[in-house]
């Protein structure tokens, strides 16, 4: 299906190397709209990235895709899992991740999340739980936790493919650079086994933003130099991007490899990294169906049954995906493809050129497996897609269609709650 050459295959995955006939024969097994994901991609993806960093620690931000399929095939191939919530944690140790090799990396943590984070720290020592503000280090000691202890670090520099997810200029994330060290100081006093320090510039860091994500490495090695401990791994978080439009270059891994550990400065500790899209956003792809063709004033509209309650990233950052028609052999013309939600802004891909539009087409949306069937929702009442992973063999069904009954399945539950 990838068509990849080398063992870690291209550097970029275009839309164009997935084999349109199989494409259209998943579509017909298992209907649209359908997230397809093509696990030998995966362990591609990691292969180069482990390769650029060959003394790192690469933990899966688990965000990105949160698939059993996935976890699975990364722990297989040697990643961690890095875990923003107890969702995440529950289905990283779910898939086989032992403790040891998974980070709890939440933001202003639930308390039922914490009781969960600590719990699980308790039960399985070796996990490491990552603290962000003073408050929750304090709520950490709350519950009596003693375990292996994070800091992360509010850097001041951010960078990514936009401003709403430049997460190193947001004070919602980390602990200012200039109070780090009597935050550690704190952790440390509450019996805490202070291993680590974290920060992130951003996500989907291009080629032309390493200098931001090299400031970001640098503020962490003076944080650690200032505190004066040694510190078992300095993490620079993840962000790695990959080009969504045809004619962005790949990532240069080999570049961001040498700029980060020339940032770090000769500190004695472990790089880890935390990549998320990187290893999966080119690995999959959307499959949707044209059910409706409007030609009015010079502008041809495909109505797909595929629409933002699947892919939000093009209505909630304006994210580009690159689209395909799987049929080729009519002219083309300008195309807008847009979804079944009666909102403006669901909309998949605007003046596309695409063959002309006609119902019953099938078009595949690229780069879908990060940040895909993760942010799907049932807004509109809708239910989410299927997935359906493939593995060099048949392809296997990983995640079924939601039914209607689904979409009310919780309103249902609760009316038996308060039924006698």
């Not at 998943?26 to 482990?50: F, H, I, S």
């Not at 965000?63 to 919530?85: I, M, P, W, Y």
């Not at 400031?215 to 078992?232: C, I, K, M, P, Y």
């Amino acid at each position: 299906m990838s068509g990849d050459g080398d063992a870690a295959g291209p550097a970029v995955r275009r839309l164009s190397a997935w084999d349109a006939d199989a494409l259209a024969e998943l579509a017909d097994a298992y209907g649209t709209p359908l997230y397809v994901d093509d696990l030998e991609r995966v362990r591609a993806n990691y292969a180069r990235l482990a390769a650029a960093f060959p003394d790192a620690e690469v933990l899966f931000a688990v965000k990105a895709n949160a698939g059993a399929h996935v976890l699975r095939t990364l722990r297989d191939a040697g990643a961690g899992a890095e875990c923003a919530s107890a969702g995440e944690l529950a289905r990283a140790l779910d898939a086989g991740f032992g403790p040891a090799d998974v980070h709890y990396t939440a933001v202003n943590p639930p308390a039922e999340d914490l009781d969960y984070a600590c719990r699980v720290a308790a039960e399985r020592p070796g996990l490491t739980v990552t603290a962000g503000a003073r408050d929750t280090i304090d709520r950490l000691a709350e519950r009596g936790f003693a375990g292996r202890f994070c800091l992360r670090v509010h850097p001041g520099v951010g960078a990514g493919h936009s401003e709403s997810v430049s997460t190193g200029k947001d004070a919602k994330f980390g602990v200012p650079a200039d109070e780090a060290v009597a935050a550690l100081d704190a952790a440390a006093d509450h019996g805490f086994d202070v291993v680590g320090l974290h920060a992130h510039a951003g996500s989907g860091i291009t080629n032309d933003q390493l200098d931001e994500h090299e400031r970001v490495v640098s503020t962490l090695a003076d944080v650690a130099r200032e505190s004066g401990r040694d510190f078992e791994f300095v993490d620079v978080g993840g962000g790695f991007g990959v080009p969504y439009r045809e004619d962005e270059d790949a990532l240069d891994l080999e570049r961001v490899a040498a700029r980060t550990r020339d940032a770090l400065g000769g500190v004695d500790a472990t790089l880890t990294v935390e990549p998320g899209r990187y290893l999966v956003a080119d690995a999959g792809v959307l499959l949707t169906e044209v059910n409706t063709v409007k030609r009015v004033a010079g502008t041809t509209i495909a109505g797909a049954d595929a629409g933002m309650t699947a892919l939000v990233r093009p209505a909630m950052y304006g994210s580009y995906h690159p689209i395909r028609s799987l049929v080729e052999s009519r002219p083309t013309e300008e195309v807008s493809v847009v979804g079944p939600v009666c909102e403006s802004t669901d909309v998949l891909g605007e003046a596309r050129e695409l063959p002309a539009p006609e119902r019953g087409d099938l078009l595949a949306v690229g780069n879908a497996g990060a940040y895909g069937v993760e942010m799907a929702s049932q807004y509109n009442s809708r239910p989410r897609p299927a997935v359906v992973a493939l593995d060099g063999g048949d392809p296997e069904l990983a995640r079924r269609r939601e039914t209607l009954a689904d979409v009310t399945h919780a309103e249902d539950t609760a009316r038996t709650y308060r039924d006698p």
